[in-house]
């Protein structure tokens, strides 16, 4: 077999074959094909997309490129969730500990931020003392004490998407369905949880700039788990603009804190129970009224803050905090920017808010950068909210910044105030749990 071939049979749209596609991937991995080559089949990937079936044999080709996880060590039903990136989007820190205290199991493998999207393990990591690099042994255990566990991204899992990815990244060739569905559900099914659900982000801020082709990414996604054997189930959810009042990491994970202890009417809070019902439904704990149900009630009885709580302590974090969110890392310098007109806020651009907090040090801009966890911006209002000169429309933080000029300046761009009130689209446009 030559990668020669494959490449011009994918060129011309003719479809590979298992063995071919598992020829690729383990080219790719063991260095047999150069970049070159693999780069050219990507390209060729993105112009004639590839068949259900190929995108099954890819994903399952990349899922056994490397270790999978061995999760029989859990007592229950476990449940993952993977979003496709946002700006501010804590829903994994708000729904892990509400979908525990209902009696499913979450064992979680996360990922950093880069760029404007924001990584819960980064938010996590802001929590003093708490460690996302535990050993196997203690990753189950805190998921069978605490109902939820959450790690960074092993190496070991999926090397095939490590390096795939890297090069889709200076290749242009990232937002192709197919591959975007083989990367996210391959490093899905080595995580080998039962159940999944997909938070397939739409709008401004996400890869997928329109409703349309984030429900075809999430069919083919859902399409893929269940050839593979999972109960699977996709959102699109609206990434127009923050998700949230909150940007950053300490700050985020504050918030998520507030949703916790009670507040959960804001719409952080219910797209959060929302996500965490369609989870139990397929752990099988009940219809999506009767397990939002459930979800509240573990917020209002404290069930779950004292899960994320028992979670932090297993980590070796200050569980505390859940708590005193004041003893979280907190900023040395703020900045409030305020409306200079009379009118209503029109936008929250999102990539630009993910943008600023990162100049404020909350992201990266390469993968080596150093983060300020107490860097980030609160929003004080919500797209049509009327406003007049002088109202507070974010306050932005940081330790290491004291010229907040460039930070403020995006972020005032990023809030245009209009004279008419815009429409408001809900937060949750479709759920997919059949694949067409
Ligand atoms: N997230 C991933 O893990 N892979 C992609 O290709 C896109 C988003």
Redesign the pocket.
């Known amino acids: 077999m030559r990668a020669y071939d494959l490449i011009m049979k994918t060129r011309r749209g003719e479809p590979l074959t298992g063995a071919e596609i598992r020829f690729l991937v383990a080219g790719c991995v063991s260095g047999d094909i150069p970049d070159y080559q693999l780069s050219a089949w990507l390209m060729a990937v993105c112009f004639q997309s590839l068949t259900p079936e190929e995108t099954l044999e890819l994903t399952m080709a990349m899922r056994d490129s490397g270790d999978k996880m061995d999760l029989s060590g859990i007592r229950g039903v476990t449940a993952d969730k993977h979003s496709?990136?946002g700006v501010g989007d804590k829903t994994t820190l708000i729904l892990a500990p509400v979908v525990a205290a209902c009696g499913g199991y979450v064992p979680k493998m996360s990922?950093r931020g880069l760029g404007h999207t924001g990584g819960t393990i980064d938010k996590l990591e802001s929590i003093p003392g708490f460690s996302t690099a535990i050993p196997y042994g203690q990753f189950i255990d805190t998921v069978n004490r605490a109902g939820c566990a959450v790690v960074a991204q092993s190496g070991h899992l999926v090397p095939a998407?490590k390096k795939l990815?890297a090069l889709?990244d200076v290749t242009a060739t990232?937002d192709s369905i197919p591959?975007?569905c083989a990367?996210?559900m391959s490093?899905k099914l080595a995580m080998g949880a039962d159940c999944i659900l997909l938070d397939v982000k739409t709008g401004s801020g996400a890869?997928m700039k329109t409703e349309q082709e984030a429900v075809k990414l999430g069919q083919a996604m859902v399409r893929t788990a269940k050839l593979a054997g999972k109960r699977c189930r996709a959102v699109v959810t609206d990434m127009d603009m923050p998700l949230g009042s909150a940007v950053g990491n300490a700050i985020e994970v504050a918030e998520a804190i507030s949703v916790l202890q009670g507040e959960r009417h804001t719409p952080l809070g219910q797209l959060s129970l929302t996500l965490a019902a369609h989870m139990l439904v397929m752990c099988g704990k009940g219809s999506l009224e009767e397990c939002l149900a459930a979800a509240e009630r573990a917020v209002d009885s404290g069930e779950a803050l004292d899960r994320l709580a028992r979670m932090i302590g297993c980590q070796g974090g200050d569980p505390s905090v859940t708590e005193h969110p004041e003893r979280l890392p907190q900023a040395a310098n703020s900045f409030t920017v305020r409306a200079d007109r009379s009118g209503y806020l029109t936008r929250i651009a999102s990539e630009e808010m993910g943008l600023a907090a990162m100049e404020l040090g909350a992201g990266r801009r390469r993968a080596e950068d150093v983060l300020d966890p107490a860097a980030g911006l609160k929003l004080h209002c919500a797209v049509g909210d009327p406003v007049t000169p002088g109202t507070a429309l974010a306050t932005l933080y940081a330790s290491g910044v004291t010229d907040f000029s460039a930070a403020a300046a995006r972020v005032t761009a990023a809030m245009p105030i209009g004279e008419e009130r815009p429409v408001l689209q809900p937060l949750l446009r479709q759920v997919i749990d059949t694949a067409e």
């Open positions: 496709t990136g990922g998407d990815y889709r990232v591959l975007i990367s996210i490093k890869f």
